[in-house]
């Protein structure tokens, strides 16, 4: 038996048949995270020393900003980030790219690229550094191993998995690449069998309500049904491209 803390929420997101369920799980995880991060946690000491270091991603600190709660925590958590971005990058800045004597460009100095690329990479891994996604990863990964752990031993949960309406392309690879780490060759046959069928029963349904969607603006078809097509763009593109509020 899995930890409970992971099989309640992957088998709650799978009994939801819209959505992809693992973009559920992400998107639930991802809400749960923002509440923490803005919540009483920001005020704890080793909370704060992770956020100092790592901070938050574009995506993440646009989400954190727009829940509009607790913008003197943030504003707080963001000081101290910057403290140490300061303290770290500061003297490189300053010192080694300006043109005073003994930075990159002094003398007859040859190795300026290079040294003003690892600069660059420097900065750019402290610019996607987010210590939410970090821990979604590894949410995520847990949740994963459930989810073949549970299909694999418990037939009520490989009942759900079967009615589920499909799985965005990334989290269908994503669920490929887990079979590999996760299944012997027998059980990632049988998973690998209901995924293709769920995944090509969505994927047909969805192109042809497209199509559908496409053909009502024929004037021919002007008064016959929209049948299942009114909202298949918005649909597809979350298939296509992933339901996740992350992306
Ligand atoms: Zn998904
Ligand atoms: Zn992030």
């Known amino acids: 038996m899995k930890e409970k803390i992971y099989t309640i929420p992957v088998n709650d997101a799978f009994a939801r048949s819209d959505a992809c369920p693992v973009c559920t799980l992400e998107n639930t995880l991802n809400q749960q995270l923002l509440d923490y991060y803005l919540g009483a946690s920001l005020m704890e ?9 790592k901070g938050f991603c574009r995506d ?43 930075s990159f460009f002094s003398g007859r100095k040859k190795d300026y690229k290079q040294m003003l690329k690892l600069a660059a990479e420097r900065i750019e891994a402290r610019a996607k550094s987010c210590v939410i996604c970090e821990r979604t990863g590894q949410t995520m990964e847990r949740y994963l191993d459930v989810i073949f752990y549970e299909f694999s031993e418990n037939v009520a949960f490989r009942d759900k998995f079967k009615s589920v309406n499909g799985f965005c392309l990334p989290h269908l690879a994503l669920l490929l690449r887990g079979a590999a780490k996760y299944l012997n060759q027998k059980q990632a046959a049988a998973f690998v069998s209901e995924l293709t069928q769920i995944q090509n029963r969505c994927l047909e349904t969805l192109r042809d309500d497209v199509e559908w969607f496409t053909l009502k603006f024929d004037y021919r078809n002007h008064d016959k049904s929209w049948k299942n097509s009114k909202d298949a763009l918005p649909r597809s593109i979350g298939k296509l491209r992933g339901e996740s509020d992350l992306k």
């Open 60 to 102: 993440h600190l646009k989400q954190l900003y727009n829940r509009e709660i607790n913008r003197l925590g943030l504003g707080l958590m963001l000081h101290t980030h910057m403290v140490d971005l300061v303290d770290d990058i500061g003297p490189e800045l300053k010192g080694s790219m300006s043109s005073e004597k003994a």
């Open 45 to 53: 000491p080793d909370v704060r020393q992770t956020t100092n270091e």
